[in-house]
């Protein structure tokens, strides 16, 4: 009788899984379990918005927002089969949030991106997520929220796996990742109102890290002759100009360039 009081049980709770859908209490909760990890306290405000296509935070008037799209979140958990999913995209916006980057919500960044990523790899190993349930959601989705602002999937992959990879070495009491940079950078580049560092490696390969992780390669930049210009920078649908005196440009949609970064050679930062 008991056993078949549990297994009733059981076939309920698979039964209301398989219903649940983003509803803004199961949102909450998400965002709930991520900030108990962090040791926070939650102050998040967390709500639902059909206008947003994927997920996003921002700050308005004093409140620290995190909106998502309930059908994109409804769809990832379809797709990833793992709540978990929904809880590394809440931890990635968390991110935004802790890291200061919605106080400049206009800024191309992608290095902010991986940032975020690596931290939701991070608390999802905290949270007892196997590596597979942590890069579910950008498996599916590749892209966690509605800008169009972000590094390939194949980086942001790396990102998170990083960040998985960094907790469970905390848990172990194992050192921090070594950090190592075992190939030849050609150039230093500094995007104006972006904190982040890029370097561009011999075989022309864009690369971000910061201070605790490996390289991830997020782009390209090829030589190029074209009128004044010397190199090209891409990630995804971004393409910046370098001009000879090493300034980076960015063709607008309509109107003049716009100067937005530097290049400089990697040999005269390095000491
Ligand atoms: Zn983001």
């Given at each position: 009788m008991r056993l078949l009081t549990f297994s009733l049980a059981c076939l309920a709770a698979t039964v209301l899984q398989a219903q649940v859908r983003m509803n803004e209490a199961a949102a909450k909760?998400?965002?709930?379990?991520?900030?108990?990890?962090?040791?926070?306290?939650?102050?998040?405000?967390?709500?639902?918005?059909?206008?947003?296509?994927?997920?996003?935070?921002?700050?308005?008037?004093?409140?620290?927002?995190?909106?998502?799209n309930a059908s994109f979140i409804s769809t990832i958990l379809d797709s990833s089969r793992t709540d978990l999913a929904a809880v590394s995209i809440m931890?990635?916006?968390?991110?935004?949030?802790?890291?200061?980057?919605?106080?400049?919500?206009?800024?191309?960044?992608?290095?902010?991106?991986?940032?975020?990523?690596?931290?939701?790899?991070?608390?999802?190993?905290?949270m007892g997520?196997?590596?597979?349930?942590?890069?579910?959601?950008?498996?599916?989705?590749?892209?966690?929220?509605?800008?169009?602002?972000?590094?390939?999937?194949?980086?942001?992959?790396?990102?998170?796996?990083?960040?998985?990879t960094e907790a469970l070495r905390l848990a172990r009491g194992e050192d921090p990742m070594?950090?190592?940079?075992?190939?030849?950078?050609?150039?230093?580049?500094?995007?104006?109102?972006?904190?982040?560092?890029?370097?561009?490696?011999?075989?022309?390969?864009?690369?971000?890290?910061?201070a605790h992780a490996e390289p991830i390669e997020f782009g390209t930049c090829t030589e190029i002759v074209k009128g004044e210009f010397r190199y090209e920078l891409i990630w995804q649908d971004h393409t910046f100009q370098v001009d000879s005196r090493r300034t980076i440009w960015r063709q607008a949609e309509h109107g003049m360039p716009l100067q937005v970064g530097r290049m400089v050679p990697y040999a005269s930062e390095a000491r």
């Amino acid at each position: 009788m008991r056993l078949l009081t549990f297994s009733l049980a059981c076939l309920a709770a698979t039964v209301l899984q398989a219903q649940v859908r983003m509803n803004e209490a199961a949102a909450k909760e998400a965002v709930y379990r991520v900030v108990r990890h962090s040791g926070l306290m939650p102050n998040f405000t967390v709500r639902e918005d059909p206008n947003v296509r994927t997920a996003v935070a921002y700050i308005k008037g004093h409140d620290r927002v995190i909106a998502y799209n309930a059908s994109f979140i409804s769809t990832i958990l379809d797709s990833s089969r793992t709540d978990l999913a929904a809880v590394s995209i809440m931890a990635h916006e968390i991110a935004h949030h802790l890291l200061g980057h919605t106080l400049e919500p206009e800024a191309v960044r992608p290095g902010d991106e991986l940032a975020c990523d690596r931290y939701s790899g991070f608390i999802l190993q905290r949270m007892g997520a196997t590596l597979e349930e942590t890069l579910a959601a950008m498996k599916v989705a590749g892209d966690v929220h509605g800008t169009e602002k972000h590094p390939p999937r194949h980086a942001r992959l790396q990102a998170i796996e990083q960040g998985w990879t960094e907790a469970l070495r905390l848990a172990r009491g194992e050192d921090p990742m070594e950090y190592h940079v075992d190939r030849a950078f050609l150039h230093v580049v500094r995007m104006a109102g972006d904190a982040n560092t890029y370097y561009v490696d011999a075989d022309g390969r864009l690369v971000w890290f910061n201070a605790h992780a490996e390289p991830i390669e997020f782009g390209t930049c090829t030589e190029i002759v074209k009128g004044e210009f010397r190199y090209e920078l891409i990630w995804q649908d971004h393409t910046f100009q370098v001009d000879s005196r090493r300034t980076i440009w960015r063709q607008a949609e309509h109107g003049m360039p716009l100067q937005v970064g530097r290049m400089v050679p990697y040999a005269s930062e390095a000491r």
